[in-house]
Structures are given as C-alpha cells and as structure tokens.
C-alpha cells in the first residue's frame, strides 16, 4: 500500500508526511512544485491538469513503491474547485484507489458548496472507503509567511477582522495532522466526519490580548465591516472574489457559526489539542520584524 498526499507541501499534508515517514509507511507527496531539500518521494500534481493524475500511477510504480490505494484530497485554491476534484476521485478509483481522506471544513456538510460536493461525491460511492476532515480555523493563519494576519501583526501589531466578538475555537495543523493520519490509516474511520476543533473558544481580540502577553508588545483587534475587510484584503494582493468571500466567512463568525466545542482530537489521538497560548509561544519568533519566514 501506497499512500497519495495531494496538496503534499501545504499545512496539514507536509505534517502528514512526517507522520507516514516516522511510522514507516509509504506515501507519495504531490503538488505543483517538488523542492529538491525534501526527504521524501515526490511527483508534479496539478487539480487543472488532468494529465498530471496519470503520472501520479506512473511515478510510484517507477519508483519501485507498492500501488496507490489511499489518497489524502487537500483542494486546490480555486473557486470551483469541486469539478476537478471530483475528476480525480473517479480517476482515481478506476486506478485502484479505496480509500480517500477529505480535508474539507467545520462549516460546510455534505452536499454543501465547494468541498461538500466532493463530500457528497464520495458518499455515493459503491466500494470505496471515505472520511472526512472538518477542521474549524487553522492557528496557522496567523503564522504562515504570507498571511496578511501574520504581516499585520509584525508589521503593524494589529489584526483585522469582521468577527466582532464571534468566537472560534482555532486549531493547530498539528492536531489536524494526528486525526488525519488516524483516518488513513484506520479502517474504522471509514464513513466518519471528524470536526477537529481546538480546546477553547476565543475573540480575535482575545487573540491579540494572548499575542500581547507572548510578544510583550501591545497588538490591537481592528474591528471591521464585511466590506471594510473586503478592502483590506484585497490590498493584500489578495483576488477580490476570495477577499468577499473570506469577509464573508467573518460574518459568519460573528453570527455564531463557530461557536462550539468537542473532545475529537483527545478522542482520536489520545493527546488533547494545543491552545492557542502554547502555539503563540513556539511561534513567537515569527512576529518580529527582523522575521521573514515561518513554519507553515
């Protein structure tokens, strides 16, 4: 058994790995660029590119690995991102494939928009085994090198958003990481829906309130409009179709849709998930100015 780690450079696919390689099972990372520091077996994927799902099957059979049976889905960052998914998931199954992990999110269900197509997908299939990964907010949102929430707050020591005082319960890549590895790997997980949430629910005020005692500088919660941060987003660089929908997810937010609490990641892994305090501290050094780069 081989096991496929789509998205294979990003926050929860390149944990993943590092799980896989510490139990000794083999695995293939793709994405859209390969890096020639990395450990591990690489391949060019590319969701747009359907001639790249083949190369896949042929890179792993090339490298002497045992045949590609379960595939972690981590979707492409594009609006309609449900049809080249979907592609692949059928692709995929005449190749062999009988497992598949979805990273999807807390807020979307089955048969929903964007991942919850691909969710409702996979539910209809007839001789596969499938869960699925809805993890709330990641922490690394606030850490990853280009993140305007991480920019801000070096750069400006402030963070925007349109939450108000909506609360979140975020979660580190780390802890999404362990419950995915568990889903490959465990054939009791199969038809399972995991919300992985983090241990206590916070404002983004609060958040600053937490980054003021770490870094011991004052940071400052921005309260926005919907369509102030829009704005704000988009002179991020960031296209204006994501900056409205992102803002629109803080409206969300606000409105309670977050709000909530488990034991999943206890349950799942045995180890209860990090707080938003212990992530602040390993990453402190991310927020000073002299600081260019993060972990992702």
Not at 6 to 27: E, M, N, V, W
Not at 148 to 158: F, G, T, V, Y
Not at 273 to 281: G, I, M, Q, W
Request: charged content about 20%.
């Amino acid at each position: 058994m081989t096991i496929l780690l789509l998205g294979g450079r990003g926050k929860t696919a390149s944990r993943i790995a590092g799980l896989l390689h510490a139990a000794d099972i083999p695995f293939l990372v793709a994405s859209r660029s390969t890096s020639s520091t990395s450990p591990f077996r690489q391949a060019k994927f590319d969701w747009l590119i359907e001639e790249s799902y083949e190369s896949l099957f042929l890179k792993a059979s090339a490298e002497g690995m045992a045949p590609i049976t379960t595939a972690y889905l981590v979707p492409p960052p594009i609006f309609d991102l449900a049809p080249p998914m979907i592609k692949f998931v059928d692709f995929a199954r005449q190749r062999g494939v009988r497992r598949f992990v979805l990273l999807s999110a807390s807020t979307i269900e089955k048969g929903g928009p964007a991942m919850g197509q691909v969710h409702e997908r996979l539910a209809s299939l007839a001789g596969i085994e499938y869960a699925v990964l809805r993890p709330t907010w990641f922490m690394e949102n606030f850490s990853s090198p280009q993140e305007p929430q991480r920019l801000a707050i070096r750069d400006e020591n402030k963070l925007y958003s349109a939450a108000g005082d909506g609360r979140i319960p975020f979660v580190s890549a780390d802890d999404i990481a362990r419950v995915g590895f568990h889903a490959l790997m465990d054939a009791g997980s199969s038809g399972k829906e995991y919300l992985i949430l983090g241990p206590e629910l916070l404002t983004y005020s609060e958040v600053a309130s937490i980054l003021t005692t770490v870094l011991g500088r004052q940071i400052t919660h921005v309260n926005l409009s919907e369509s102030e941060l829009a704005r704000y987003l988009e002179t991020t660089g960031m296209p204006a179709e994501d900056s409205s929908m992102m803002a629109g997810m803080d409206s969300i937010i606000k409105n309670g849709a977050e709000q909530r609490l488990n034991h999943v990641v206890e349950e799942v892994t045995g180890f209860p998930p990090r707080s938003f305090h212990d992530f602040a501290v390993r990453e402190k050094q991310c927020w000073t100015k002299a600081s260019t780069q993060s972990s992702l």
